[in-house]
């Protein structure tokens, strides 16, 4: 017997109320029953984007999401900045030129943040720019972009809209959609939302649905004006995920009955104490600078294959954390503590590493990564 | 957010398969459809309770089966041995008395196992005695009785029955009902079988039914000769607890894929690495020879109350563990590593009582005995 944890970057676990949840019986989303419920979710949702806008629900993964930020607003041949620093980076950039947009990158080192000065001289030299795409959790290096710093900049450039991918960081990081001028943010449902994979929400402000009317892609599923006029009278575009959205309504009252400011703290506190065992047992961490709530990303020792440590977690203790991605594989793995996560979530990814490092050969004194855990998370 | 670990000594955690099998339709006990069921239950209780008799089951707890034990076998005056070793020994002469029998008590001091000679000196100097009762796992103390050695001397006497509560030792110790000339023993759902509670489950020799037939003890509901003439017909003698038994049949489905063996070695690998943890972090084990499978009991360090530990794992961490009964309490706490339990369950325990003990004030190097576990556990 081999009991499964699931701490990776997403899919996430679901609490057993939102499980409980998608255990009804399947109401018809074109009927009056389904009125409410996504009414009440369209609310939720608005609250936890800390937006007036409304935030579109799409059926679809993240990437739908983010799809449908660049085909509904911007045009082939314009020019947009992407900030490239991990794989996520890169699927901006590839989006974009997918539609013919002309991409410049900032390209940033595997493991460090953009300097948000970098986007600010991007933004100066060249006004041909007409959208800024970014992270806000790198899922792959584990790095947090400074959101705020750079909607702050973007935000004095009329003409330039900024999108934002969080579907990594919502829920786990403290981002002011609104305030710090986000115009586009799409979030995901498999991650810190604790629900099943299914979902896309994006977040699209004024000035971003007025730059929309000008957008010549083509789009026919993201088609997002379309799904803004059937969110106005409670509906969506196609056919609900009628019990996805009942489950985000459950995932949405656990997440409002801890408060918003406890549910960011808890995600600090975690990553925290995650990355601190982590240096206790003497490894380094592959986030060099601005480490996320959401994922910890750290070098595998010299010797020892990052996927080996993946693998055995997996097969051995029954943890499924993640390996890396892109030219991170092999040389990382990854511990998520994500949506519905708390203390000994911590402590079962440590306690499961301290072993495998040492059934891998690696020196490493056992409860020394879980005594500087419990020190932080006892507190 | 609080997540809750139950790892107490019942009812413990129900395994996901379970569960959703019991989210399927009610079917009707006494259709068609029931009679495979039962005839699966039937077949697979006799495979863990290594019987080749049948096994009841009963819609009540633990100690209904083991009021069935006395009323059905016995009769008012007659006497029988009763071992009290704890809370549930206690339960045992309780049991018996209120049926009118005759019960000469064999004390032992809380906390250790009963001398086998002294119930074979017992049985030699009266040749009254007509049953011995006794616990396999003395939950109150986490004693486990030498089944095997009391089983051998109880044979030798044709006019005694011998009847085991084993129902949290079950799944949890290998216990060979026939060999060991075990004549009634009495099972309940919510411990080793990993179901809710709310069944019994009593295995009844040959000789067992045969000293029914000159029972006189009113019996009503606990009536085991009815329960048998149904059970020869795939049913129960009054409503069957129709999702449970749906629920037992995927609990053993489970526990078979394992192997009967494993699970014993997985059960006594916890209890052991639980106990070494224990004893690292300079705690002294409440149980002081033959510590059971299935629960440890822990003193509490002098100065502190045993249900402030109970209570603030509880509180604080979300761990449900076990404080004292009886004259124990306030005295020790319990782990309990039974049922659906693996190597992260005790990494758990063990790191949430380094957290509460030294939140306590105790002095405790934290990481010390989550260390000793990981030693054991990683073997």
């Known amino acids: 017997m081999l009991k499964r944890y699931l701490l990776a970057p997403g899919p996430t676990p679901v609490p057993p109320e939102v499980l409980l949840s998608m255990a009804a019986p399947i109401i018809h989303h074109r009927s009056p029953d389904f009125i ?18 409304d935030v579109l629900i799409i059926a ?9 930020a660049v085909n509904n607003f911007f045009s082939a041949g314009e020019k947009v900045l992407v900030v490239n620093g991990g794989k996520f980076g890169e699927r901006w950039t590839k989006i974009c030129r997918s539609y013919g947009l ?26 041909d720019i007409k959208g800024v795409f970014i992270q806000a959790c790198e899922t792959s290096t584990g790095v947090y972009h400074d959101i705020e710093a750079v909607g702050n900049i973007v935000k004095k450039h009329e003409d330039v809209l900024f999108i934002v991918d969080a579907i990594s960081a919502l829920v786990a990081h403290d981002i002011k959609t609104d305030e710090w001028g986000i115009d586009i943010m ?18 699209v402000s004024e000035k971003a649905w007025k730059k929309a009317e000008t957008s010549t892609a083509p789009r026919f599923y993201f088609d997002f004006k379309k799904e803004r006029e059937s969110l106005a009278k409670n509906q969506t575009n196609f056919t609900s995920s009628v019990t996805l959205i009942i489950a985000l309504n459950e995932a949405i009252k656990l997440l409002q009955k801890e408060g918003l400011e406890n549910v960011f703290k808890r995600h600090a506190r975690l990553a925290h104490a995650t990355r601190e065992a982590v240096k206790a047992l003497g490894l380094t961490m592959y986030t060099k600078e601005s ?4 994922v910890t990303a750290v070098e595998a020792p010299e010797g020892i294959d990052g996927q080996l440590i993946y693998k055995t977690l997996r097969e051995k ?15 990382i793995f990854r511990i998520a503590h994500l949506g ?35 020190e932080i998370l006892m507190r």
């Open 36 to 53: 409410p419920v996504l009414e009440s979710a369209k609310n939720g949702l608005k609250w936890l984007f800390q937006t007036k806008n």
């Open 291 to 294: 480490p996320s709530n959401s």
């Open 340 to 374: 519905y996560a708390d203390t000994f979530d911590v402590i079962t990814a440590i306690a499961g590493l301290e072993m495998v490092l040492k059934s891998l050969g690696h020196p490493v004194t056992l409860g020394s990564g879980v005594a500087k855990a419990e």
């Open 102 to 127: 002309d991409v410049k990158e900032i390209e940033v080192e595997w493991g460090y943040a953009v300097k948000p000065e970098d986007i600010e001289s991007a933004l100066e030299s060249d006004k």
């Open 60 to 68: 679809s993964t993240g990437t739908g999401g983010m799809v449908g």
């Open 186 to 203: 799409v979030g995901g449902s498999q991650k810190g939302l604790m629900l099943p994979p299914g979902l896309a929400f994006v977040s």
């Open 317 to 331: 203790y029954g943890i499924t954390g993640a390996g890396g991605q892109g030219k991170a594989r092999g040389k």
